[in-house]
């Protein structure tokens, strides 16, 4: 199991559509009532700063609902409000922008002192967004909850809807999959009573998220294609592209990264047609993560630095970070460990800088495999532990699950089976307690890899055939050909050499049809050495010199070196 690697696709899709109506509206009822009475240039001055100041509030909160994907900031009432309301909501807005959360929480709450009736519904949903985006979940339920409880008292239907769905965003960051489902169906109803489609959209498109999460991928896939069809009806080419992506990601989880690169490419287009650069980044990212997938490194390293001269040139900071994180770990991959290591610590010091505490934790995590990787397991295992404090804190348990499971694959390179198998099997336990069966896999995988370490091949057999029967069930492609590879490894420990050769080359047909060349080239590699053990030499070096030529297309230097000393060691043996 390793540490998250995703480019994050939107937490929300619920829009600033209101927030820009309602802007709209409250400037042209200023201009009908006051139009008469403007007589002095100082009268006209005044309007035109206020103008100004809700101009600047609306490219506010439309660059932190596109740059951070938060969830829907909801502030209908206070663009109307007078000067001892709307002056320090004004100032908070601008205070998001720069991430100073603290500040922008300070500056609502004082807007709260002289607020009245439905404007505390948007204040109370500002500062639970600021919460939420610094990493404090449990005060980002309490004030959303207490939005929620102020927009029933007013009867304030938007403002319901918008709290119901940042509510079931919070609870699917805690792996709580069940409440989220609860909370974005309460939000998806609200929004059909009172015509949001834009909200009805978005709110399918969450429900979709949360089945892909359980691995209902075609539940996921059906809410995803409700959810791009209303977006289409309306016009709306953002929401279109954005599911897009989402669908994207529902055939990549398949294994079927050639559908799922096209999504992604129409995706592009649209985000190109409207001149949405951070759409196209995020599409461009993916894109990338596809070639990751595909094993070929090198376009994958083409389309994250594409995307992250993007988010640098439009001043995104979160997806920068993303993007940083991503080519480290692609580094990673190809060898250079010290440039991977200068990508991570990028991506980290921004996560810092803007307050988001879960991506914070994850490039911890991820220098933990840097580290690991190096062979320094102490400070692998003292970034894991940082990174799993941190998302225990968050409450962030599908975090906390994978944060489990790094330390539990540290401790077993040390030589600690015993603990090794004590976290893995408490990460299993909160992967079924929130049912991510994709990460429920992963750690009985990682378990039986435990039993095959302490020599207990019946064990690891056990739990390597529940691994793949989840992920057959899920329809987890990459997954499956783990399994088959791992099963492969139990039957060549056993010297049953015969059935190791079987499920490995059933592994290798399922990579070569998902077209996951790294996989591939790593199957190649242990049906040659198979070959080798049943002392056929000349079929022993075919397969092993074909896992050579993907490695070197692929730019895998670790594994060309091995894979070249393998091939010498038995050249050496046909000549003796």
Partial sequence: ???????????????????????????????????????????????????????????????????????????????????????????GTKLMTEYKWDDAISEFQKAMKEAKGRQFVGLYNLIAICYYTSGRLSLALENHEECLRLARQFNDKEGEGAALGNIGLIYRDRGDLDQALKYHNENLKVAKEI???????????????????RGDLDQALKYHQEALEINKQMGRKEGEAQQLIAIGLVHSSRGKLD??????????????????????????????????????????????????????????????????????????????????????????????????????????????????????????????????????????????????????????????VDQALKYHQEALKIDKEIGYREGEASDLGNIGLIYKAKGDLDQALKYHQESLKIDKEIDFREGEASDLGNIGLFYQDKGDLDQALKYHQESLKIKREIGYKQGEANSLGNIGLIYEAKGDLDQALKYLNEALKIFEEIGMTVQIEQTKRNIERISQQMKQ
Avoid: C
Wanted: charged share 30%; no cysteine; hydrophobic share 40%.
């Fill in 195 to 213: 015509g949001l489609r834009e909200s009805e959209a978005a709110a399918l498109g969450n429900i979709g998220l949360i089945y892909q999460d």
């Fill in 1 to 91: 199991m390793s540490t998250i690697e995703q480019i994050a696709i939107y937490g929300s899709i619920l829009g600033g559509g209101a927030v820009v109506y309602a802007i709209i509206r409250w400037v042209a009822t200023r201009h009908k009532r006051r139009e008469d009475e403007l007589t002095h240039e100082e009268d006209r001055l005044t309007l035109r700063v206020l103008e100004e100041q809700i101009r600047i509030v609306n490219e506010n909160v439309e660059k932190i609902e596109r740059d951070l994907e938060i969830g829907r900031i909801y502030t209908d009432g206070l663009s109307s409000a007078p000067p001892p309301v709307f002056d320090p909501f004004f100032e």
């Fill in 259 to 416: 559908e799922a690169l096209k999504q992604y490419e129409e995706a592009i287009k649209i985000h190109r047609d409207i001149g949405f650069r951070k759409g196209e980044a995020t599409a461009l990212g993916n894109i990338g993560l596809i070639y990751k997938a595909k094993g070929d490194l090198d376009q994958a390293l083409k389309y994250l630095e594409e995307a992250l001269k993007i988010d640098k040139d439009i001043g995104y900071r979160q997806d920068e970070a993303s993007g940083l994180g991503n080519i480290g770990l692609i580094l990673k991959a190809k060898g250079d460990l010290g440039q991977a290591l200068k990508y991570l610590e990028d991506a980290l010091r921004i996560h810092k800088e803007i307050g988001f505490r879960q991506g914070e934790a994850s490039d911890l995590g991820n220098i933990g495999l840097i580290y690991k990787a190096k062979g320094d397991l102490d400070q692998a295992l003292k970034y894991h532990e940082k990174a799993l404090k941190i998302d225990k804190e968050l409450g962030y348990r599908k975090g906390e699950a994978s944060g489990l499971g790094n330390i539990g694959l540290i401790l077993k390179a040390k030589g600690d």
